[in-house]
């Protein structure tokens, strides 16, 4: 049987996931690209300095570009009742984020999180260093990173050589990553509502190996939004330190663009991202919306 997926991507203008200012859609079919595709897209909203380092992509570049209400039925007609392989959860929730912002139909199909694939194909990267640019290092796939197009094709290649390597396919797959890592080992015990905040997250969780910290005004008390991220397999501290991935910003306040506006965690987070580390910034309701996919 033809196994067939499409690979999928986005960058996005600040942190609010549903920002997506450029799109990549690269389909496989029996172990090739047999289609590539990609738009940049004018988000219709602020560009961030920290998302513009990262992707280079700006309001002047995306001033004559199509919006995201504009490009959405060329994405339907590649995504509609296939299986959707994204790396990490991040970009299904930008997907999902924007589709609902414009109030547009949602997408009929499946979806494949590579991540999660790559973390049960090879041992040394069933708890951390899964993400795509370490990976395809690892593995010889060469892209560029930060573009839609050549990060969905690299997404795609890391699942072609995981059902390579494993000769499990791409069905059985789909299952699979719903599975404990370690189906022999004892289930780890999830962590239980309480009024601490720093918490270690659960080994099995699709964000094991993120490293979370909240900030700002969220709708959740901060306990209860440390349990969310720890269950999901998120290692909680209460301070920006080097170690961190995800800073976790009440919408409100991601909101106040001025820097003096910004919190102290915030503005710690962005010269640490200016320096080169990867540190992700998330409203809070993108924040939910990855918890509740990946729980």
């Known amino acids: 049987m033809a196994e067939k997926f499409v690979a999928i991507d986005f960058e996005t203008a600040n942190a609010s996931l549903a920002s997506i200012c450029q799109v990549g859609a690269v389909t496989f079919e029996d172990g ?30 995306v001033k004559d570009a199509p919006t995201f209400q504009q490009i959405y039925p060329a994405m339907l007609d590649r995504l509609r009742d296939q299986v959707v392989v994204s790396h990490t959860s ?25 991540a999660r694939v790559v973390r049960r194909a090879w041992a040394q990267w069933s708890r951390s260093g899964y993400g795509l640019s370490n990976v395809c290092g690892a593995l010889g796939i ?32 789909m299952t699979l990553v719903q599975k404990p890592i370690n189906v022999n080992a004892r289930k780890p015990i999830g962590p239980t509502f309480s009024n601490q905040i720093a918490m270690k997250g659960n080994p099995d969780g699709a964000l094991a ?64 991202i200016a320096k080169g580390h990867p540190i992700r910034i998330l409203t809070e309701s993108d924040f939910l919306r990855i918890v509740d996919l990946v729980h």
Do not use: Y
């Not at 997404?155 to 390597?165: F, M, Y």
């Not at 001025?258 to 987070?269: D, L, M, P, T």
């Open 142 to 173: 060469r892209f560029t990173a930060h573009d839609a197009v050549e990060d969905a094709r690299a997404a795609g290649e890391v699942l072609l050589q995981a059902i390579s390597t494993s000769g499990i396919g791409l069905d059985a797959w």
């Open 90 to 114: 991040f970009d299904r929730t930008a997907l999902f984020q924007a589709i609902a912002k414009h109030n547009l139909t949602g997408v009929s199909c499946r979806w494949l999180d590579s």
């Open 32 to 61: 090739r690209v047999v289609d590539s595709w990609g738009s940049l897209i004018n988000p219709q909203d602020h560009f961030d300095w920290v998302n513009v380092d990262i992707h280079g992509i700006d309001a002047t570049t």
């Open 209 to 272: 190996g993120e490293e979370i910290v909240f900030t700002g005004t969220l709708t959740l008390a901060r306990c209860e939004a440390a349990v969310l991220a720890a269950q999901a397999g998120c290692q909680v501290a209460t301070g920006i330190r080097r170690t961190t991935t995800l800073l976790v910003v009440g919408d409100l306040d991601i909101r106040q663009l001025a820097g003096h506006q910004k919190s102290i965690k915030q503005r710690k987070a962005e010269e640490l």
